[in-house]
């Protein structure tokens, strides 16, 4: 992947004067992507790392440079890119070695707020960048990544234009409850592919209406499952419902609701919540447990690996612009790791940490 990459940012036109200009944009993202691959996040630490490893990065990348490019350059070029750029690497990128494109898959979405942009926190005006990514349940990657700021625009407006443009069919799109509306849902039928959606209050109609309806249907089919692990014991039933009897005008395509209850015990407190889906797919209740489940998948293999491991909600590069490009590459950095089949990024650093020169080998 990373070789592809490279070719990628071959394309990319350069922001700067060809006056003066000592490095190539392509061989500079390169090094800041090999950068990012060793865990390092800050223009700092890239530059070190740039520095320290400079004659084996200019030998293996092949370029004909007789010195790295500095820490001012690195920075200028992180600022300077456009982040549309980034996101056309990105894209191009993942639909290359997205290889479910036209399959059956489970497409996790969701939107992660970059905490570190937020700005007039104190007041209605406040604003702050959100990367809305799309992940692929079944090859563990983002296959779409893109950004909007809060005050301009809104997630859900966001999530609605992937879909509309993604060039994806026969997926089913799992999204939790702030997408359960009568556009987003309109939206993924139309692009000729279905959805599992979280309902909750702020569709207290539909909500109530489900609740009442699994008292008195018998569900088509049920699956428990217990969780007896990291200090919980929690027994989860998921009971899946006609969608045939909710004549719902702005969900006419709705096939199926779930209901899921989770009873137990985590730590020494008592557990107890139960959630219902829509959906516009008629599945066995095994199959929609799992891919319920697996929806948070999107939130351990990508949010929490990037607020952990590299640090992001507390990052000093805090510009809206800048802090997005940022995301962006690290997104870009965790799919090659998923791509050379490292599910655990924390092992993934550890194996390339004297062998990290390698990946332009097996990439």
């Given at each position: 992947m990373l070789n592809s990459i490279i070719e990628q940012f071959k394309l990319v036109k350069d922001f700067r004067q060809s006056q003066g200009k000592r490095h190539e944009l392509w061989g500079v993202l390169a090094m800041i992507i090999l950068a990012l691959i060793k865990g390092y996040v800050t223009y700092k630490d890239i530059a070190n790392f740039i520095k320290d490893e400079e004659d084996k990065l200019i030998k293996l990348l092949g370029i004909p440079w007789k010195k790295s490019p500095s820490y001012s350059t690195i920075r200028r070029v992180i600022i300077g890119i456009s982040v549309k750029e980034i996101e056309l690497v990105f894209n191009s990128i993942a639909e290359k070695f997205y290889a479910n494109k036209h399959e059956k898959d489970w497409i996790a979405i969701d939107g992660k707020a970059l905490k570190n942009t937020l700005t007039n926190y104190e007041n209605e005006q406040q604003n702050m960048l959100v990367i809305v990514s799309c992940f692929s349940q079944d090859t563990k990657l983002v296959i779409k990544s893109e950004s909007c700021e809060s005050k301009h625009s809104s997630e859900t407006k966001k999530v609605r234009s992937i879909i509309e443009n993604c060039g994806l069919s026969n997926k089913i799109f799992t999204l939790d409850a702030l997408h359960c509306s009568q556009k987003t849902t309109q939206t993924i039928i139309d692009s000729g592919n279905d959805y599992l959606i979280t309902v909750k209050g702020n569709q207290k109609k539909l909500h109530n209406l489900l609740q009442t309806l699994t008292k008195t249907q018998k569900p088509l089919t049920v699956d428990q499952s217990k969780d007896n692990s990291h200090g919980r014991y929690v027994i989860r039933n998921v009971s899946v419902f006609d969608?045939?009897?909710?004549?719902?005008?702005?969900?006419?395509?709705?096939?199926?609701?779930?209901?899921?209850?989770?009873?137990?015990?985590?730590?020494?407190?008592?557990?107890?919540?139960?959630?219902?889906?829509?959906?516009?797919?008629?599945?066995?209740?095994?199959?929609?447990?799992?891919?319920?489940?697996?929806?948070?998948?999107?939130?351990?293999?990508?949010?929490?690996?990037?607020?952990?491991?590299?640090?992001?909600?507390?990052?000093?590069?805090?510009?809206l612009e800048v802090a997005g490009k940022m995301s962006l590459l690290v997104t870009l950095t965790l799919n090659i790791y998923r791509s050379l089949g490292f599910l655990s990024i924390t092992e993934g650093k550890s194996w390339l940490g004297k062998n990290w020169e390698k990946i332009l080998a097996i990439t």
């Open positions: 969608g045939g009897h909710i004549y719902h005008e702005n969900y006419p395509h709705l096939k199926s609701f779930v209901k899921v209850e989770r009873i137990g015990f985590r730590g020494n407190k008592e557990y107890n919540q139960t959630l219902y889906y829509i959906s516009s797919v008629k599945l066995k209740a095994e199959i929609f447990a799992e891919k319920i489940k697996e929806h948070w998948l999107i939130e351990n293999f990508i949010h929490w690996v990037k607020d952990v491991i590299f640090k992001e909600d507390f990052s000093r590069i805090k510009g």
